[in-house]
């Protein structure tokens, strides 16, 4: 029993690796048979471990996420609610940017009033949406901002820059000129009337 354990142990991690390359590689597109088959494993092995491709999505990048959420946790007492906010959607972006997948992965993850328990986007509002309610408690951010909306930013502008020559240049740039519209002094968009 001890050594079957530690056999599926060892594919997991095995699975795991190759996977990490993979997403690396090709982003969420990665192929699960792909995967399979440079890690020595079957199919069904991958799909006992990660039944779907977003659970296998969620372990890739739990590890960094996580740093994240300490990242949230280290900011969540700044004196400056705007600032801790926006130096951690910076990290964020940056990490997006730099992650293929990651995004991808987060687009996957509609609000809900019950999000999955261990999702990368219901571990990051857990740690960091106190960073957006110290924002907005400071008048710095609109009150209708939700953490939601700042998920899909993020995930938006790296999926948007992902094929450019220098991704996390433009992806600053965008994020920088997406800030000025969570302002509560900046003007209100015009809104077509239907």
């Known amino acids: 029993m001890t050594g079957q354990r530690s056999d599926a142990r060892r594919n997991r991690q095995r699975i795991l690796a190759v996977a990490e390359e993979e997403v690396a590689r090709h982003g969420a597109a990665a192929s699960l048979e792909q995967v399979a088959r440079t890690a020595g494993v079957g199919s069904a092995t991958v799909r006992r471990h990660f039944p ?3 659970a296998l999505l969620e372990a890739v ?3 960094r996420v996580q740093s994240l959420c300490g990242r949230a ?3 969540v007492d700044a004196d400056d609610g705007r ?11 940056e990490y997006a940017v730099s992650a293929r997948g990651l995004a991808d992965a987060l687009t996957y993850e509609p609000p809900t009033e019950t999000p999955a328990d ?8 857990e740690a960091a949406a106190p960073l ?8 710095a951010v609109k009150p209708d901002v939700t953490f939601h ?6 995930a938006g502008i790296a999926l948007a820059t992902e094929h450019h020559a220098r991704p996390a240049v433009q992806a600053d740039r965008l ?3 997406a800030v000025e519209g969570l302002s509560p002094t900046g003007p209100e968009p015009h809104r077509r009337s239907r």
């Not at 261990?118 to 509002?125: D, V």
């Not at 957006?132 to 008048?139: E, N, P, S, W």
């Open 52 to 54: 779907t491709r977003q």
């Open 61 to 63: 990048f739990r590890e």
């Open 73 to 75: 946790r280290e900011l």
């Open 83 to 93: 600032g801790a906010l926006l130096d951690w959607l910076g990290d964020f972006l």
């Open 118 to 125: 261990h999702s990368c986007g219901a571990t990051l509002e």
């Open 132 to 139: 957006l309610r110290h924002a907005q408690r400071d008048g």
């Open 149 to 154: 909306d700042l998920v899909t930013l993020v």
């Open 175 to 177: 994020l920088a000129l």
